[in-house]
């Protein structure tokens, strides 16, 4: 049993030598004479040291419950369903007016519904249409047919005043027309 603790005080003398030259703060818990002399001595363990808060549990407890947010004021309305304000008063709300049901707008609404049926025949629903563009009134297709009317409409205008949109527009076009003619079924070819 000797010799076991012989050989493992000279290997540890030998590491605290190695270790000394090298780099003295590696080992902090090994005590200093045993990295200076590599003799054993009584003191040969130094712990590191940790600095406590409060050494005993009664000491917190006497200091009283931890603060925290100290001074912090929330600014946000986190406390219930209504709002408490400081003042104390109600946050004011809107009065309640109701709505005029025989305005001009809502009393004209939807009246030329049904025009075709009970008119003389002289109006169509389209010519009625008075919220929708001239040019897309009455028009039913797909978007590259509306495309084409809207550049027959407003193709010289545009590129004059709105050189971009009409470069979009026409790149759109240019999409949907090889969209249409190259990706799509065409139900025609087994004819011929």
Known sequence: MTAVAGTLLRSL??????????????????SQCVLNSGTWCTAAWTPQLTIVRHRYYSEKLAKGPLLRNYGYEEKLHNKGLLPHIVHGKRLPTPLFRPKNNWAEKRALFGQNDYIDILGNGTLRPTDVLYSVP?????????????????????GLQMVTYRPSKYR???????WLYRYLNQKTKDYYWHKA
């Open 168 to 174: 979009d527009m026409q790149k759109r076009i240019k």
């Open 134 to 154: 001239p040019w897309l009134r009455g028009f039913k297709g797909n978007e590259y047919q509306m495309l084409l009317r809207k550049r027959k409409f407003f």
């Open 13 to 30: 003398g030998a590491i605290s030598r190695s270790v000394s030259q090298t780099a003295p703060t590696a080992l902090r818990g090994v």
